[in-house]
Each structure stands twice: as C-alpha cells, then as structure tokens.
C-alpha cells in the first residue's frame, strides 16, 4: 500500500509500504478519507516531540472496517467508522475524573501510532477501550465523518467557554477551525457571531461560506474598537482565538464583555508562548479566560452526530479533495490559505 511517512523536518515521502495485520484487540479499516490541518504542516517542516520517525501521518480519519482482531465483538467488515485522534489512557485520576481531553497519558494517532495517510489503517485496541471508533451515521459520507474530529475539538472549546443561547461571540481567525467555530456557534444559539480576520482574501473565502453576521478585517482596521462598535460599546460575550497569534489573545481580553469569556482555543508558538495579560481587566470585568486542549472520544461522537443532524454543516467547507499521491500538495495549500478544508481520499 501506498502512505505518507515523516522522516524528519522537511522530509515527508510517499513510498510503499507493507499491509498492516491488526493484533488481537485491534480494528483494521480501509481508509476512505483523511482531512489535513495546520498541524499536519507544523508537523512536516518542523516535526512534534511526541513523533518518533518514520510515522505514517494524519489523524482526522474515517473510513471501512475490512478486518477486525480475535478479541473484538460488536465490530465487523463493512461498518463505516471515524476514529479519534487523541487517545485518552481512561485509568489516570484526570481520566477518572471525566477530564479525558487532559490525559496524563494521551497518545495520538499520526503521532504515537501510525495514522490516516495510508490505504490501511490498523486502529489500535486502546482507542477501542475508550470508544473511539465511532459508527458514521447513514447518509453521512467518509469526507463530512472525516471533519468530526476538528469539529470535535471546536466543540470541546465552546462548552468550556460556555457559548450559549443570545451570546454575541467573536471568532478571531478565519481557518477551517474559525469556520466551525461561526457555525457551531449558530448552532448552539448565539445572536450574533462576528468573524475576525488579518487576510482579507481568507475572510472574503471563510466570509460567503459561513456567513458570519459580521466580519473585521484586522489588517485594516483596530479589532478591539471594531467589536466594540459593533457591540455598542459592551464588548463580546464570548471571543475564540482561533488563530495561533499572541496578538489576538490580547485584543481577546480587551474586546470581552463584562463577565466576557475568552477561550484561548488556538496554541502559540512553543519559542514565543508568553503574552502581555491586563489583569485589571480580568479582575475589574469578571473575565474568564480558558484553554481547550483537543477533545475526548465524547466530543467525536457528539460532532458526528451534530454533523450527521445538518446542526453543523461541513459539506461545503470542504473545498479541495486530492489523492493520496497529491498529500504534500495539500499541504502546500492548507498552508497558502487558499483553501478552506482539504481532505486526502487513498
């Protein structure tokens, strides 16, 4: 079978390789579709300290179980399914706690364990014992089953930031991540979702696919004065950086209502983590400010399902699906901003 393997920074081939054969717990799955993301090109240029190479990367992977190990039940040949990308252990006290997206233990697939750019995918017998591998809806495709695990992750962010019904919520950032941000959102009942963004070509793309009720060009103008225009001088109840910038954090907590929540969905820069926080701010508006760090197999299954209902729709941000052949293209266009969410179909 063909596969995309990192090797080291800046050296991601595609060569062959032997079929996997899962073990006794394991799932064997034909790989239909795998959706790339930004870390998929942080990854191939600078590579993770959790990756020991060779590895066979990505990790938003759906596809068709062909074979199944000795010790499995309730999984047979021919179930469609999407498989989660972080691997809670489900023993430590955080896992117990019910905290799985902070496991003490997590491991990931594309990164401890081989993952989706391959035409065989074996799905290791710990994803199982968290439920992991999720069953895709009937008349939910593999590319729309692909996106739970993003959408999984948005809404894991949204539910620690308290997004709710008549909420006036700011994504900053105008990325696939962005873009669910706007529609779960909506979906979750906020009265108005403005769209921030630096690129002004990347929010005009985001813009007519999403629909925000409003946009900001950051580039042209002050955001921070901007939403507080658009807000009457209250500010957001609700602000998402969904943008890897330091910057956007800081304006997040300057534009945040009274009692304004801000969710610092979108990680900085592992040599520049460190931002200027107005405490006052923080203190004097009752702010609250949070982290989002991936999601649990709970989160999976509840994406699917939100996709599945038309909830949160995904059909249309898929906007470009290349071949497995093609991968390092899809890099290069996830990284160009020109595309919304490029899905790898092996």
């Given at each position: 079978m063909k596969v995309v393997r990192f090797h080291a920074p800046g050296d991601v081939r595609i060569s062959d390789a032997p079929e996997p054969t899962p073990g006794a717990g394991d799932v064997k799955i034909r790989v239909?579709?795998?959706?790339?993301?930004?870390?998929d090109v942080k990854i191939s240029r600078f590579g993770h300290h959790h990756i020991v190479p060779p590895r066979v990367m990505g990790h938003e992977i759906a596809g068709e179980v062909v074979e199944v190990g000795q010790d499995v039940d309730g999984w047979a040949p021919g179930d469609r399914v999407q498989v989660i990308a972080a691997?809670?252990?489900?023993?430590?006290?955080e896992c117990r706690r019910g905290f799985r997206t902070v496991c003490e233990n997590q491991e990931s697939m594309g990164y401890h364990y081989d993952g989706g750019f391959a035409e065989y995918l074996v799905v290791p017998a710990k994803v199982l014992a968290v439920d992991g591998l999720n069953r895709i809806p009937d008349g939910l495709?593999?590319?729309?089953?692909?996106?739970?695990?993003?959408?999984?992750?948005v809404l894991n962010g949204q539910q620690l930031a308290?997004?709710?019904?008549?909420?006036?919520?700011?994504?900053?950032?105008?990325?696939?991540?962005?873009?669910?941000?706007?529609?779960?959102?909506?979906?979750?009942?906020?009265?108005?979702?403005?769209?921030?963004?630096?690129?002004?070509?990347?929010?005009?793309?985001?813009?007519?696919?999403?629909?925000?009720?409003?946009?900001?060009?950051?580039?042209?103008?002050?955001?921070?004065?901007?939403?507080?225009?658009?807000?009457?001088?209250?500010?957001?109840?609700?602000?998402?950086?969904?943008?890897a910038s330091g910057s956007a954090q800081e304006q997040a907590v300057q534009m945040a209502a009274r009692q304004g929540r801000i969710s610092l969905f979108g990680g900085l820069p592992k040599d520049n983590p460190t931002i200027r926080l107005d405490a006052n701010l923080v203190h004097y508006r009752e702010l609250t400010v949070v982290g989002a760090n991936g999601s649990s197999p709970a989160h999976?299954?509840?994406?699917?399902?939100?996709?599945?209902?038309?909830?949160?729709?995904?059909a249309d941000l898929i906007t470009h699906r290349l071949p497995l052949d093609a991968t390092l293209d899809a890099f290069d266009l996830v990284a160009s901003g020109t595309a919304i969410k490029v899905t790898i179909e092996p």
């Open positions: 239909r579709n795998c959706s790339t993301c930004g870390t691997i809670p252990c489900g023993h430590c006290v495709d593999y590319a729309q089953a692909s996106v739970a695990e993003p959408l999984a992750c308290r997004v709710g019904t008549g909420d006036d919520v700011v994504i900053i950032g105008s990325g696939p991540i962005g873009c669910l941000h706007v529609r779960l959102a909506r979906a979750r009942g906020a009265a108005r979702v403005t769209l921030v963004e630096l690129n002004p070509e990347r929010l005009a793309l985001a813009a007519a696919l999403v629909a925000p009720d409003a946009t900001v060009c950051a580039g042209d103008t002050d955001p921070v004065d901007a939403v507080r225009k658009l807000t009457d001088g209250r500010g957001a109840d609700v602000v998402v950086t969904a943008a999976n299954a509840e994406a699917l399902r939100l996709i599945a209902s038309g909830a949160v729709p995904v």
